[in-house]
């Protein structure tokens, strides 16, 4: 079975990651794509409890099909939000899956950053999706929505609903739980 992480802070989830692992799904040929909210961000960025990001990413992925999946895994890492740590915590339980780690090309700018960037090479195969205003040639696929969370958690903040960028099911969860400035 091949599987495709789909990590981030998902802080709130929006059509970018939606497309992405429709992308996946579609042309890549993956079995299953699991979304992987990070528990903690390795540099310190703030984020929603991590229980509404996970039910956010559910709630988007509800209607979209089987194999779009919600993971924990990163509260049972604990840890700083590692990639590497997800990955040691996943292999030895998941025997047989060939594991694809996702990155938008927006990210690797950051790559020297990361802790053991070359060891994540060697557990997975890393898939680079093509992020719009951000062209590399290691990038796949046509560029996918000019949108983010910051941009989303602004507007949000400005008393905009973004429901062009925001599925409704998100939306409507961040709204029963008072995310982003959103009222009931």
């Not at 292999?91 to 950053?113: C, Q, T, Y």
């Not at 960028?165 to 739980?177: E, M, N």
């Amino acid at each position: 079975m091949d599987v495709a992480l789909l990590g981030g802070s998902f802080n709130p989830p929006h059509v970018g990651h939606l497309m992405a692992a429709l992308y996946l799904r579609s042309v890549v040929g993956c079995d299953e794509v699991w979304l992987v909210p990070s528990f903690n961000h390795p540099f310190g960025k703030p984020l929603a409890p991590f229980d509404d990001r996970v039910n956010l990413c559910r709630a988007m992925a509800r209607d979209v099909g089987p194999w779009l999946l919600v993971s924990r895994a990163e509260a049972s890492v604990g840890g700083e939000g590692r990639t590497i740590e997800l990955l040691e915590y996943l292999l030895p339980r998941h025997e047989g899956v060939k594991f694809r780690w996702v990155i938008g090309s927006d990210i690797l700018a950051d790559l020297p950053k990361w802790k053991a960037w070359d060891r994540i090479q060697q557990l997975v195969t890393v898939t680079v999706l093509h992020r719009a205003g951000y062209p590399a040639p290691e990038a796949i696929g046509p560029p996918l929505a000019m949108v983010s969370s910051s941009e989303i958690r602004k507007l949000l903040e400005a008393g905009q609903a973004p429901a062009q960028l925001v599925p409704r099911p998100v939306l409507d969860y961040a709204r029963a739980k008072r995310l982003y400035g959103l009222e009931p």
